[in-house]
């Protein structure tokens, strides 16, 4: 993995991105332990990457798991197809999370009274 990828600048800190390239190692570590492939050790450490990653239910946690991804992507974790599904997936959920907070900080029209027949 590139260091400037498990070392982010003293002042960032890209939290999600940490968990995640973490989950990645000990993944990669723990097929390399039992004597796996260095291809079964990657693919171990890109599941483990992968189930870290912050589900798409909140708008900060789209911006979290956008990071993954073009992190993921940037050091092999994910793969440039799959990433682009990932990305895609993120687009939507962004778009359903921002019309469901928009629905919400709407208020409602007031109901003006029909007239009472005579």
Known sequence: ??????QP???QTFQPLELCLAAYARGFQAAAQSGQTRF?????GDRAFKNVMPPLTTTQNIADFIACVTGGMLCGAI???EG???L????IAHSVV??????HKRKPE?????PLPE
């Open 79 to 81: 793969l440039y197809r």
């Open 88 to 91: 895609s997936a993120a687009h």
């Open 9 to 11: 600048a003293p002042d």
């Open 110 to 114: 007031p109901i003006s009274p029909s």
């Open 84 to 86: 682009k599904q990932l």
């Open 40 to 44: 079964r050790c990657e693919r171990t």
């Open 1 to 6: 993995m590139p260091e400037a990828l498990t």
């Open 98 to 103: 921002r019309e469901h907070v928009r629905s």
